[in-house]
């Protein structure tokens, strides 16, 4: 499974979520609320990637990722909580799709890590409010010996 794969499951997921109207892959540095972003908006950034070592030789592909769900609060702050609910169960949905959707297991894609959510209130602006999580996803890592040519050494 590649990079493009997985950001393509979450385009997928992002585009199928009724309440979802944006979706970035980008890092953190890159969201600016005040460009024309669509509210309520998925944003992934994939920040670590690793191949385990196991006795059969590199066999799994794990790749860390960071999600933010984030909305528009009215600036008096009065819909803040129904923000933060909304944006938290749509976080909770993304993770659920990921953890239990049949197409994911068919490509035994699967979360390893624990989901620790945690507020992003007033984030890159102070009428942004939502959550955030790091998971840790693991695939197969079906590669063969491709037969590269060498030299010896």
């Not at 979802?20 to 950034?45: M, R, S, T, W």
């Not at 909770?92 to 979360?111: A, G, M, S």
């Amino acid at each position: 499974m590649t990079l493009n794969e997985i950001n393509a499951i979450f385009t997928d997921i992002a585009t199928k979520h009724l309440q979802l109207n944006g979706f970035l892959i980008v890092q953190d540095f890159d969201i600016n609320p005040q460009e024309e972003l669509k509210y309520p908006c998925l944003a992934i950034n994939p920040i670590n990637a690793s191949l385990p070592k196991s006795d059969n030789g590199y066999t799994l592909f794990s790749i860390d990722y960071t999600l933010k769900v984030f909305d528009l609060v009215d600036k008096g702050l009065e819909n803040e909580n129904d923000v933060l609910s909304d944006t938290l169960e749509i976080i909770k949905d993304v993770v659920t799709e990921l953890n239990q959707h049949p197409n994911f297991w068919e490509l035994n894609l699967e979360i390893i890590s624990d989901v620790n959510i945690e507020g992003l209130r007033g984030a890159y602006d102070e009428d942004v409010t939502g959550w955030q999580t790091t998971l840790t996803l693991q695939a197969p890592n079906i590669k063969k010996y491709c037969n590269l040519p060498t030299e010896a050494l």
